[in-house]
């Protein structure tokens, strides 16, 4: 049986050719919770200098913290991944670390992970001269008092090489949980629906 498509151009494909490209798609999707934990294990081989732990052990750390605030799955796995994106996209990598996540979390979880970067300037934007308020824009965003916490409580705190982290091995069980979900399930995206960060508020 071939299995490469008739055409070159888009454009010219046929029902047959798309159906075929559907079929082979679904074993690679079923394989994005490997790739994910591949480039997790990526980043803690190699990470950028000055800071005092690599950004596995950052994401592992905000994963940590999460968990034991205790947050949900879907906000533990956000902790884990919101710097996913740091090593293909450094310059907007809160961005591209939200669309990995987008099609299984809830819509108010990727939205704090897309956004997370501008929030953090709080903590150290008027050391480069920039504003450090920058997140203002978003006050009257239902998500902002979300993106706030999630910084304060789980991301700018996680770079302490003494904090007892839990290992990859146990926030993959809940990872490949999140990534075996429907893509862009209504019932797992709850648009519009802000959800607590932690079962105690």
Same mark, same amino acid.
Request: proline share 3%; with cysteine; aromatic share 12%.
């Given at each position: 049986?071939? #299995?490469?498509?008739?055409?070159?151009?888009?454009?010219? +494909?046929?029902?047959?050719?798309?159906?075929?490209?559907?079929?082979?798609?679904?074993?690679?999707?079923?394989?994005?919770?490997?790739?994910?934990?591949?480039?997790?294990?990526?980043?803690?081989?190699?990470?950028?200098?000055?800071?005092?732990?690599?950004?596995?052990?950052? +994401?592992?750390?905000?994963?940590?913290? !999460?968990?034991?605030?205790?947050? /949900?799955?879907?906000?533990? *796995?956000?902790?884990?991944?919101?710097?996913?994106?740091?090593?293909?996209?450094?310059?907007?990598? /809160?961005?591209?670390?939200?669309?990995?996540?987008?099609?299984?979390?809830?819509?108010?979880?990727?939205? *704090?992970?897309?956004?997370?970067?501008?929030?953090?300037?709080?903590?150290? !934007?008027?050391?480069?001269?920039? /504003?450090?308020?920058? #997140?203002?824009?978003?006050?009257?965003?239902? @998500?902002? !008092?979300?993106?706030?916490?999630? @910084?304060? #409580?789980?991301?700018?705190?996680?770079?302490?090489?003494?904090?007892?982290?839990?290992?990859?091995?146990?926030?993959?069980?809940?990872?490949?949980? $999140?990534?075996?979900?429907? !893509?862009?399930?209504?019932?797992?995206?709850?648009? +519009?629906?802000?959800?607590?960060?932690?079962?105690? $508020?």
């Amino acid at each position: 049986m071939d #299995r490469t498509v008739s055409f070159t151009q888009m454009k010219d +494909g046929t029902k047959a050719d798309y159906e075929l490209l559907e079929q082979l798609e679904k074993p690679y999707v079923a394989l994005t919770a490997d790739r994910v934990l591949d480039e997790l294990r990526r980043q803690g081989a190699a990470t950028l200098e000055g800071y005092r732990i690599t950004r596995l052990d950052h +994401g592992l750390q905000s994963a940590t913290r !999460a968990e034991r605030d205790g947050a /949900d799955i879907d906000w533990v *796995v956000g902790a884990l991944l919101h710097d996913i994106g740091d090593g293909l996209a450094p310059q907007n990598h /809160d961005r591209f670390s939200a669309e990995v996540i987008r099609p299984y979390v809830r819509w108010d979880v990727a939205w *704090v992970v897309e956004h997370h970067g501008i929030f953090q300037m709080i903590y150290y !934007a008027h050391h480069y001269g920039w /504003d450090e308020n920058a #997140r203002d824009r978003f006050r009257d965003h239902p @998500c902002f !008092a979300s993106c706030a916490a999630f @910084c304060e #409580r789980w991301d700018q705190a996680s770079f302490d090489p003494a904090y007892s982290t839990q290992t990859l091995d146990h926030f993959e069980p809940m990872l490949r949980e $999140v990534f075996a979900r429907k !893509a862009y399930d209504a019932d797992v995206i709850r648009e +519009g629906y802000v959800s607590p960060l932690t079962a105690v $508020v």
